[in-house]
């Protein structure tokens, strides 16, 4: 079976001409098993947005900002990056969080956001008339994944997981010496060895996920998402890898146990509404064997058993299939592992199954990566490969696809143009220069980061080690943050931003007060520049810290 270069096996998706009827249906309504209807299948899936104050908290106003650029795009549906269930269990630092206590104004923050992606104006419908888009909040807990220091713990305070079970020490079978040092010593600082939940934390954590829930219901939200994809906690629950556990949460029997207590306990809390939307994001890569990439072998009756026995609760609307972790983090590449063709046969599989069973509301299946193209979208949806098209990096690059798509459908797009071919991807290596987007300073700077990448990059080159996967997948991940936060701002995608430059301008960045959407001149610019140099600092010690060791190993 071959691979075209969006990640799609090539006998399974035609991507040649696919128009007319077959491309409308990209625009066709669809009901969801709770009621609701989704009024196209073009859904905004969640991506980080790295915007919140460090150490986490509410929305703020360029989180408003973001969200109103693709509100106007008219998508089906818009997933909003991942929401803490628990403060001290954060991703990157600048993490949304779901508050302890619902009040009033804690949740007032979240309404604000909810209301801007589904009117397109934080005032809601007084101001902007009828609902667009239905909007759904991704309720997260990273695990064993949050990284120390930023991750809302005390420095080298363990995280909660299944089981003490740490990321990335195994070396991979291709690694050098040093390069599985480097590796080692990299998630050795970043990642602490986890405390393994009891099952009073457990109980805890069941209850975070409701709140948040009740929050997305609340704060007016469609529904929510569970993030159980990316090797985040309820993943590492499901996965044979992580948990380790020999009591009722033990894999491969109850597998799924920690997930279910989780759904029955929303959909069973007297503040949700029956029509509340329920998603989850299942993880396809939890499914291959990651050990010998070459001889990837999947257990594809696992994972249709898990998605039958999920679907046979009847409580779920939808699922959206995704792959990779922190520690094989192909969802955060450029690069296209071959594994991924396994998520779109895995996709198919389970739309089939769920098509010869006997339930009468099915979950729809909400496939994700590689669709970059109008001809390729038309044909996972006429192929049956999935009912909802889920877009990531693309809404960045193309914030209005929606419209984009029903001009190209209405015959308005020249040939060889997008989205009848993919949009370039951003180069970090050898960024393209954009004279009109930037000033005489701001070229002189990028110049002098790409220099620095070329030197830097030359001189690692000299030593036999190679560094993280890691690392590569977090220089992408922060050049689609810089994108988003200049989408907030009302700028265009800048292609020559390179790598150092994305990665500086990540952390290196001013958080709006989320108190009563004030700007940071509210909170002064003295706080907002101590908070953005703390966090710098913080990282730039432990980084320093991990590349001259890694250098003298």
Known sequence: MTQNTNGSSSHDIDSEGLFGEDASTIFSSLQLSCGRTIPNRLVKVAMYEHMAALFGGPPNDAHLQLYARWAAGAWGMVCTGNVQVCGDHLSLGRDMVVPTHLTPETVEPFARLARTIQYGSAEGEEIAGEKKTLAVMQLSHTGRQSTNVIGGRWPFVPPMA???????????????AGSAGLSRLVHTVFFQTPRPMSLSDIEDVVANFVRGAELAAASGFDGVQLHAAHGYLIAQFMSSKTNKREDKYSVPENALRFLREIVFAIREHNKIPRDFILGIKLNAADYVDRRNADHSTSQPNEALEHVREIAEWGMLDFIEVSGGDYEDPDFMMKTLSPRQAFFTTFAHEVKQMLAASPFSKPPLILLTGGLRTLPLMSSVLKHGHADLLGIGRLSVLCPDLPRTLEAAIAGTTEPGKFPLEPLPEPDLGSPVALPSHRSILHHALAALFNL????????????????PKLVGAGTIMAWYMVMMRRMAVRKEVDYSVGGIEAVLSMWLWFAPDSRSGARRGRRGFVGGVLESWWAMGAVGVILGFVLGIGLAI
């Open 162 to 176: 299944p089981s003490a079970v740490p990321v990335g020490r195994k070396p991979s079978e291709k690694e050098g």
């Open 452 to 467: 620095l990448a070329s030197v830097l990059t030359r001189c690692w080159a000299l030593f036999p080690i190679q560094l």
